[in-house]
């Protein structure tokens, strides 16, 4: 499923203009965006859950040189399913 596909099932479900819908589901991406860009966690019950985690620097490898690099630190977004979303695709 596409984005598009996902406002086109918001517009039919909620019996709204495309357009709206498409603000719907845009300001919602932008909402947890943003939340987790802070570093908050982000708990939606019966969902999931989204959270952040620091990964701290590190040496790596080049496999084709086998040269060693430096990975720089970074941030990882996690999701965690809730109950009823894995009861529901099991």
Known sequence: MKKS???EAVADIADLPSRKADDAVSSVFEQITNALARGENLNLVG???FTVKSRSARTGRNPQTGEEI??????????RPGK???EHVN
């Open 5 to 7: 596909d996902l406002v």
């Open 84 to 86: 009823a979303l894995k």
């Open 47 to 49: 969902f999931g859950s």
């Open 70 to 79: 430096q990975i720089s630190a970074s941030k990882q977004v996690l999701f």
